[in-house]
């Protein structure tokens, strides 16, 4: 499993452990201490990344049409920053 942590502009952290498999996402796991409201939606963002391509736009893309969908809030981070962790653990990590 690969591994990544990535500080946010503002100081808030983003950690992912990442297995992948010919390009796309095969089990994520997303933590930190940015804040997201309801907490459990993390568990869903992790699964609804299972299979997609490890492709910045398109990661980003598919949370943040989840966080909208759900009407939850994220805080200290972005879509953007989640995805971008978890490109650098498919890179090997930091």
Known sequence: MRRAAYKVEGGKLIKVQLEEKDGKVEKVRITGDFFLHPEDLIEEIERSLVGKALEEHSLASSIEALIKEK???LLGASPKDIARC?????EGGC
């Open 71 to 73: 009407g939850a809030t």
């Open 86 to 90: 978890i490109l650098m653990a498919s």
